[in-house]
């Protein structure tokens, strides 16, 4: 395959120069976000997300049920908020429930009955049975205990006579004396339970009892409203663990269940979500699967009711459930990751999956979107969204304090906060992005995409826009420039960031001594990612890599460590591409072992994109070419080709710093887009080596510390770039190679079979041993 460039190849090189100037102007119609007006349909404040946001609109004119399927931070909660607002603008007089529901004792003390009905007339009954209720307890009788009093009474004065009479007769007769002592102990003891009888009917009559406990019986027959529509306007229920309890509800435990105490079992209930909120928002499907409710659901969504039950738990309601079913005509939206998507198309044969779909949609999250005029307008719009949150943050936080003591009482409690003097003029307000700071959050969006296109997650943006906000507010600077999007950037970093800094002031120092140490040959700086799993930012790294290719044994490769298997077919790709440039330039047939290193990646290796950086250090080793250790290498190899990867904007970061000095890299040319973003906020000009297109950034002030970037088609292009080789001489050296170590194989056979027949078995091993190290 040619590796030479067309005309176009290098007209695109030079459009992509012509980047910065073409994003300025797609954002030039605002000088900074004061001038960016929102919109007013809440779905549009949800940016990128143009499939999901149709889907949307459809379902809410349908009523159906919605799966938004994505990354965390690509606006799943954000896009249901607003069909929720949407819903309730449009028609939530009419989704949002009429009717109250009752609930009335069943057939027997475990069941229960429930009815829907208007709530002005159920207001209606429930307070003429109560004011009857109310009479009857008035015009009943004083609770009293004057049977049980009169009959202690009774028996009390008998024995206060018979204590009497035998006190006299003792005057007579001593032995009489005894009876007179047991009879004053009666009576004694009779008295106390007459005055105890009394201050129980006083009691009963000044609590709250009283005349009621006589009409418990008919108040444990009223019914119990569980749900009044015109108390619970709430158009949508959050449920954070979708389990029984919260979604169709039970019966709570009667801690009381005997001495008249107890409470009916209809008087015990509640209602979940599914009998109260016209929408549920299941935030996280996973949940709902962890506690077993699919089931439950699955039934609910195909019958659109269900009975209300105790549940499992050993409790007095465990036994109860109602006679009749509670309607659920739910709209679901549910949102879930992959991994649990992957769960749930199994689960059952996607029996979830197919009732969404019966009445509704399955919705599939941007993580990415392409660059355009219009993901770049909504971008500022987004920025000037969180300007807004912030804002009313700060009045909500703040509002009373600037009231009384204005800006100034502000700041000084900020120094409090801050350990440090703030500048007289200091006012806590939001501050507007410029349009320099804008581009600094493009640049990051696009950093942590690739392909042209601009990360959808955007959860972790809100913290570095909110970090450069307080940045100028401390600063009091007029508006959030690009310096200070650049600090937040520098010190907003998720914890594989922070882990990453750290991995990569070690990387700068084992660059630099393996540099100094060694002749540079077999030698590569690779590059490598490392993605955050929370925010899906990639931080990107530099990877040495060392290699050294054998002759004289089998055509193997060893690449040792914690090296994943798709790595480990890399290597073995590598190794084809070689043997198919020994077959193609006809050198003679001579095994090779091929061991390749990755130096102190501790924790392991995984991915194709270093495939490149392989191929090149085992050709330095094999020709014992040294490889320019200034200039970095990725890229996937097929053959003679160099395909794209992933995180080549991230791995270009990584090594750009000064500190680590390193001069250029070589990347897959289909990654060209990728080099996109460090142009913004950048010197730059284009630049070639041989017929090799590249571009030249300068990482200082005054066109200072330049660094090269080239593209390259195929492994012959990275040659020349690494090991300054054309592909010529770099086949007429291998060929030689080849050639000596064929007459060396063939020189140690011939000593071999010359040796002598009788010679001994440790003779034998030992010319063994030589000839494997040869």
Not at 547 to 553: N, V
Not at 555 to 571: E, N, Q, S
Not at 663 to 672: V, Y
């Amino acid at each position: 395959m040619s590796s030479n460039y067309s005309a176009n190849d290098y007209r695109w090189i030079q459009e992509l120069l012509g980047y910065p100037e073409k994003l300025e102007k797609r954002l030039a119609f605002f000088h900074d976000t004061a001038d960016i007006r929102l919109p007013e349909d809440p779905i549009e404040r949800v940016i990128f997300q143009d499939r999901a946001k149709a889907a949307i609109r459809k379902i809410a004119h349908s009523k159906g049920h919605i799966l938004m399927v994505g990354r965390p931070g690509t606006g799943k909660s954000l896009l249901a908020d607003m069909f929720r607002e949407v819903l309730e603008r449009s028609m939530g007089d009419y989704l949002r429930p009429q009717t109250a529901i009752a609930a009335y004792p069943g057939k027997d003390k475990n069941h229960v009955r429930f009815a829907y009905e208007a709530p002005e007339k159920l207001d209606q009954r429930l307070e003429g049975i109560g004011r009857e209720i109310e009479a009857a307890a008035q015009n009943g009788d004083d609770f009293s205990l004057d049977v049980q009093i009169s009959a202690v009474r009774k028996v009390k004065n008998g024995l206060v006579w018979g204590a009497a009479l035998s006190a006299l007769t003792g005057l007579f007769f001593p032995p009489a004396l005894i009876a007179t002592g047991l009879c004053g102990m009666g009576a004694i003891f009779l008295f106390m339970q007459e005055n105890n009888h009394r201050a129980q009917e006083h009691i009963q009559r000044q609590g709250a009892g009283g005349r009621r406990l006589l009409v418990k019986q008919l108040t444990d027959q009223l019914p119990e409203v569980l749900y009044d529509p015109r108390r619970d306007r709430e158009l949508m229920a959050r449920v954070s663990e979708p389990d029984a309890r919260s979604m169709k509800g039970g019966f709570r435990h009667d801690p009381y269940q005997s001495g008249d105490l107890q409470t009916p079992a209809h008087r015990r209930a509640y209602l979940g979500a599914h009998a109260r909120a016209p929408i549920i928002y299941i935030d996280e499907l996973k949940t709902l699967v962890k506690v077993g409710y699919m089931a439950d659901l699955l039934e609910i969504m195909q019958n659109q009711r269900y009975v209300l039950e105790g549940g499992r738990n050993t409790g007095s309601g465990a036994a109860d459930r109602s006679e009749n079913h509670l309607k659920a005509d739910n709209i679901i939206i549910a949102c879930c990751n992959h991994d649990t998507l992957t769960y749930l198309q199994s689960e059952g044969d996607g029996a979830f999956l197919s009732r969404i779909e019966d009445r509704g949609e399955i919705i599939q999250m941007e993580s990415a979107v392409a660059e355009s005029p219009e993901t770049v307008r909504q971008v500022a719009q987004y920025i000037k969204q969180e300007i807004d949150r912030l804002a009313k943050e700060f009045e909500r936080v703040w509002g009373d304090i600037i009231s009384r003591e204005g800006h100034a009482g502000v700041r000084r409690r900020s120094e409090h906060i801050f350990g440090r003097r703030l500048p007289r003029e200091y006012t806590l307000t939001a501050r507007e992005f410029s349009r320099g700071a804008v581009l600094e959050v493009i640049r990051e969006l696009r950093c942590r995409a690739a392909d042209g296109k601009l990360s959808a997650i955007l959860r972790p943006v809100n913290g570095i826009i909110r970090t450069a906000e307080h940045d100028a507010i401390l600063e009091n600077a007029d508006r959030v420039e690009a310096v200070h999007v650049r600090r937040a950037l520098a010190v907003h970093l998720s914890l594989e960031g922070t882990l990453n800094r750290e991995i990569q002031e070690h990387k700068k120092d084992l660059k630099k001594y393996i540099s100094a140490m060694t002749d540079a040959v077999g030698y590569v700086v690779g590059l490598a990612v490392v993605q955050s799993r929370s925010s899906g930012q990639m931080y990107g790294q530099p990877l040495p890599i060392h290699c050294q290719i054998s002759a004289g044994a089998s055509d193997t490769v060893i690449a040792p460590g914690k090296t994943g298997d798709i790595a480990k077919a890399a290597a073995q790709n590598v190794r084809a591409s070689i043997k198919k440039v020994l077959k193609t330039i006809g050198a003679p047939h001579v095994g090779y072992e091929m061991h390749v290193e990755y130096i102190q990646a501790h924790g392991g290796v995984e991915g194709d994109s270093a495939s490149v950086a392989m191929d090149v250090a085992l050709i330095s080793d094999f020709i014992q070419q040294p490889v320019n250790q200034t200039y970095g290498v990725t890229g996937s190899l097929t053959g003679d080709i160099i395909l794209a990867v992933g995180g080549v904007t991230e791995k270009l970061r990584a090594i750009m710093d000064p500190d680590l000095g390193m001069l250029g890299a070589c990347i897959p040319w289909q990654n060209k887009h990728d080099i996109e973003p460090l142009l913004i906020n950048a010197q730059f000009e284009y630049t070639q080596l041989e017929e090799i297109p590249g571009i030249r950034i300068f990482r200082e002030q005054a066109r200072q510390a330049p660094f090269d970037i080239f593209f390259c088609r195929t492994k012959y292009h990275a040659y020349t770039v690494l090991m300054g080789l054309k592909r010529e001489a770099v086949e007429l050296r291998m060929t030689a190679r080849t050639r000596r170590d064929l007459e060396m194989i063939q020189r140690m056979h011939q000593f071999g079979e010359a040796a002598a027949p009788d010679e001994s078995a440790g003779a034998k091993t030992a010319a063994a041993a030589f000839q494997a190290r040869v």
